[in-house]
């Protein structure tokens, strides 16, 4: 399988050219002074380069920090990497890995940050990870806007942990006791804030009691108790196939999602803070009994699922072009199994695709695979192999997602001052040395 791709498109070679022209206003005192140059075009060729390379322009002189620092320029260039970014300059993994135990016997997991466009244009060389680690069990929530939402739990209390890999924000929510057993995070388009939803389970004097809790993300905010989930819409128990669920965004409606028993999604709706739920794709030669493994996640900005089917031994992919409409899912691909990918009770995580229709995922047996989804065809390099780099999960989180993908960004909730964190930066390395 050939895999072709464009290193640097045009705008990003201009957005170059335009970066050596500020540099050279900013360092040379020949050239004319930096207040010559149009304001709208200094503002085009910063709006032009990664959020990376933003990071470390704001000490190159104030106005320069000024300008990237407003939430304007932030909301510009947020919605401007993620409609399109064909080098993948913007785009990262961000996985689990396993660290040693601990003296008390613990294992707590580190998170390694790694780049999709040095998967996608050299899948066979040693791809540089950097990892983070916590104090404690850390569990990625959801990523959104170039965010990372994590739950540090010691066993009987949680908190949130808002992240943004790329500028070092970071902000703790306050800490409420129990343990999640349903969770997610995303963007509340209406109120212009970001919040983390939980179903709690803790012990109570009569047993068990579970409750709904929001949190709003915010310097004086606080857990809400919410209305539970008011239905169970299947005459089986309500299983849900993932703890974590995907945050679904647009003009319209800004949700999170769980696929449940394998047949349904149920989503709630940040804004209005209600539930709903729609069908999962159904054939007449695809019954939900059949199926295992089943996963959502974001493709192309449209939700999507992926599960393994026993009887055709295979994992079909499909997508809702329609966001909330049923009718609107379309088959995008069966991918046949593979010996070395195959993990019964363990999902295929799809995480991107590419313009020539070229999936990027982590697969069942922990390793990145690609498959071209035209012929089907699956490109393994041996190189990649990722097992020992990734969590040993267990057979009860078996379906929890191991993986997030998201765009480099410079959010940083206005209303937030990033605080203390255990979060702590290890050396980087390669998978592969």
Request: hydrophobic share 35%.
């Amino acid at each position: 399988m050939t895999l072709l791709f464009v290193i640097m498109n045009d705008a990003e070679k201009n957005a170059s050219r335009g970066l050596v022209l500020l540099r050279r206003h900013t360092a040379t005192a020949r050239t004319p002074p930096l207040t010559d140059l149009p304001e709208e075009l200094i503002m085009e060729i910063l709006l032009r380069l990664p959020a990376r390379k933003l990071v470390s322009l704001r000490s190159v002189c104030s106005s320069f920090g000024n300008l990237i620092s407003t939430p304007e320029f932030t909301r510009n260039h947020l919605r401007r990497s993620c409609l399109r970014d064909p080098s993948l300059t913007s785009l990262r993994i961000a996985c689990y890995n396993s660290l040693p135990l601990r003296s008390n016997g613990v294992r707590y997991d580190s998170f390694g940050i790694l780049s999709v466009r040095s998967i996608m244009e050299n899948p066979s060389e040693p791809t540089k990870v950097d990892y983070f680690s916590g104090q404690r069990y850390n569990r990625i929530v959801g990523s959104c806007h170039g965010l990372l939402c994590f739950f540090e739990d010691d066993g009987q209390n949680i908190h949130g942990i808002l992240w943004n890999p790329c500028t070092g924000f970071i902000f703790q929510s306050p800490q409420i006791s129990g343990q999640a057993i349903l969770c997610g995070f995303g963007y509340d388009h209406l109120s212009d804030s970001y919040k983390l939803f939980a179903i709690l389970r803790k012990k109570g004097p009569s047993g068990l009691e579970f409750s709904t809790r929001i949190y709003t993300f915010g310097p004086t905010s606080s857990w809400r108790r919410i209305d539970d989930i008011p239905f169970v819409p299947t005459e089986e128990p309500f299983m849900p196939d993932n703890m974590e669920g995907v945050f679904f965004g647009s003009s319209r409606s800004c949700t999170i999602n769980w696929s449940v028993n394998h047949r349904m999604v149920v989503y709630f709706d940040l804004g209005k803070e209600t539930y709903g739920y729609f069908s999962l794709p159904y054939t007449d030669s695809d019954d939900y009994f059949q199926r295992m493994s089943t996963y959502l996640f974001i493709l192309g900005n449209c939700l999507s699922v992926c599960y393994e089917h026993l009887n055709a031994q295979c994992w079909f992919v499909w997508q809702m072009k329609e966001y909330g409409d049923a009718q609107s899912w379309t088959k995008l691909a069966s991918i046949s199994f593979h010996l070395q990918l195959v993990n019964l009770g363990f999902p295929l995580q799809s995480l991107y695709i590419s313009e020539s229709d070229v999936l990027l995922a982590i697969s069942p047996s922990l390793r990145i695979v690609l498959c071209n989804l035209k012929d089907g065809s699956i490109y393994l390099p041996d190189s990649m192999n990722l097992k020992e780099n990734y969590p040993n999960l267990s057979q009860s989180i078996g379906c929890s997602k191991m993986a997030y993908i998201y765009h480099e960004s410079l959010v940083s909730p206005n209303s937030l001052q990033s605080n203390s964190s255990k979060m702590l930066l290890k050396k980087s390395k390669f998978i592969i040395s």
